[in-house]
């Protein structure tokens, strides 16, 4: 069974960054493609970013530029670095397996002074 399990949420000041981390086990990481997105409240969710097996990766607009994708093939762990948050970023953030289709539980990000 695909489990995803995010982690490094929290509280953080306009301008200030985070990094979160999505653990994946029971599919063969290193194969499949893998993605971050976000649900704000009373919106619907919406792509933030993807990384592939060999490590392409595409960015929504509103984030290109200030968020990163990575990915441990090792570890089994993608990640997603954020820099310059604003209040914008505010939302629930979900990774994905693309292969598999299973999503993370979310992981509460909140920008605010």
Known sequence: QVQLVESGGGLVQPGGSLRLSCVVSGSIFSRNTMGWYRQAPGKQREFVAYINSGGFTNYAGSVKGRFTISRDNVKNTVYLQMNSLTAEDT???YCKDFRSDY???????TVSS
């Open 103 to 109: 999503w993370g539980q979310g992981t509460q990000v």
């Open 91 to 93: 939302a629930v953030y």
